[in-house]
């Protein structure tokens, strides 16, 4: 075994011995993310000996065509990562397929049972990387083959439903099968290295907490923007949108985590019931708001980087009305952040990727600065989550040197790339290591799920009622000027990178 660790100062921690099932494995997301995950920590020595992992998906395909694809599709994800064909071949020892409709009842499931069959006292993952309407067909079917022994945990990719009808739907499904502290429904974006910092950020550093409020926060940005268009997935992109599909899941939880009470200690249900109890806070978006808080837009034919991209529909290859922006303003109704506004925003085919959070704090009281000195900026702290990952305080300081007072905007800068190793492990390594641990807090509980489709589902509706025409905005671009227009009402401004 290959035991290159990932960082130079981190300590891996040992693993017991696990079995997982990856349904969907010849899907996209299996692919191109969760097997290269796992090759990943098999290279750092986190998969041990007698670990099986078995993919499963309708194709009929044999054992050695499946460890071909997974092989070719890393190859092509993964260029830069140069990995001899010894390292693939020990990898590939840990590889399994079973070709199998999980929903049907029909279905034989015997080379499955089989594969699993050697100990009911292993731990035992199922990862559905499948459409979410299988959720509950594929629970039912483990319950009924009793292949969910005391360490069998499920994991459920996002999105769980497409409101908060249908999650509830599928969680009844699931809990017939699986309790609750077996049940990791993922959001990858809490695995992200930049995310999980957020909580150290604020609750280790006695800085941040006497001003984190609305005494002197301002407002709060969070934005998450693609340069991918909805691509090879618009299918599916297109019974979601960016409201479902970016803002339900990962933007709530950055919002929570933003907005969340100090918890008493970091065990995994003592940071949910303080996230909840900010989804409880966020203040409805009702038909009479959604117009003037809201935004929804749909790229059209642009450039990004110098080259030419196709416009949504013609992706879609038909006319949709399906938003691939979303903007919008929020307020969390409690104490602690009385008036001030969170403004949210993503979209697909953006001129540029970035992720961040940003905290902008109130501007002083009283400038004592003549005007020719320049422009006195507020204090804000920039969270970087991707890429260049970093937090960053900008601050204004004197312009050293002669010639008067002149000011300068400039940033106190954590950069990650500078400060850490070169390399940490992608969010799907750390949440694949997680379900193996039973480590909850990278997952959602029910409760959190639901109570963030409650708030969606008014947004939904206030969508629907109104009929919330979709802007266009060209692809490469920040967006239709909506957005800008619905922050700039607020007499604010949607924060660019210095
Ligand atoms: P794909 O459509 O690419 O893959 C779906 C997989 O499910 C295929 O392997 C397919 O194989 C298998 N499958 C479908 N029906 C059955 C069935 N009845 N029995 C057994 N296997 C079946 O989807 P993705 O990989 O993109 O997404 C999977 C899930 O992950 C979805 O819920 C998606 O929303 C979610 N997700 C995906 C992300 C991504 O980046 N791709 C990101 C976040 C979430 P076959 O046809 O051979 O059966
Ligand atoms: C997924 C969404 O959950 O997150 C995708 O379904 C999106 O549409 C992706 O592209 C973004 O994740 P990341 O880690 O690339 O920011």
Known sequence: MNNTQTNTGSKLLPVEPFDIVVFGATGDLALRKLLPALFHRWRDGQIPQDCKIIGAARSAMSQADFIARVEEHYRTYFPEEKNGADDWKAFSEHLHYCALDVASTDADWSALETRLADRDDKIRVFYLALPPSLFGPVSANIGAHKLNTPKARIVLEKPIGHDLHSARAINDAVGRVFPEESIF??????????????????????????????????????????????????????????????????????????????????????????????????????????????????????????????????????????????????????WRWSGVPFYLRTGKRMKERRSEIMIQFKRVAHPLTAPEAGHLHPTRLVIRLQPDEGVKLLLMTKDPGPGGMRLRYVPLNLSYADTFCARY?????????????????????????????????????????????????????????????????DGREWFDDL
Request: charged fraction near 25%.
């Open 185 to 334: 429904r993922i959001d990858h974006y809490l695995g992200k290295e930049t995310v999980q910092n957020l909580l150290i950020l604020r609750f280790t550093n006695s800085l941040f907490e006497p001003v984190w409020n609305s005494n002197v926060v301002d407002h709060v940005q969070i934005t998450v923007a693609e340069t991918v268009g909805a691509g090879e997935r618009a299918s599916y992109y297109d019974t979601s949108g960016a409201l479902r599909d970016m803002v339900q899941n990962h933007m709530l939880q950055l919002l929570c985590l933003v907005a969340m009470e100090p918890p008493n200690d970091f065990a995994a249900d003592t940071i949910r019931d303080e996230k909840i109890k900010v989804l409880r806070a966020l203040r409805p978006i009702t038909p009479k708001t959604a117009t003037r808080d809201t935004v929804r837009g749909q790229y059209r034919d642009g450039a990004i980087g110098g080259k030419a991209v196709p416009g949504y529909d013609d992706e879609l290859g038909r006319n949709s009305d399906t938003e691939t922006f979303t903007a919008l303003k929020a307020y969390v109704d409690n």
């Open 425 to 489: 492990p992608d969010a799907y390594e750390r949440v694949l290591m997680a379900v193996v641990r039973n480590d909850l807090g990278l997952f959602m509980r029910r409760d959190e799920v639901e109570a963030a489709w409650g708030w969606i589902d008014g947004i939904l509706s206030a969508w629907n009622a109104d009929e919330m025409p979709c802007q266009s905005y060209a692809a490469g671009t920040d967006g239709p000027t909506q957005s800008a227009m619905l922050i700039d009402r």
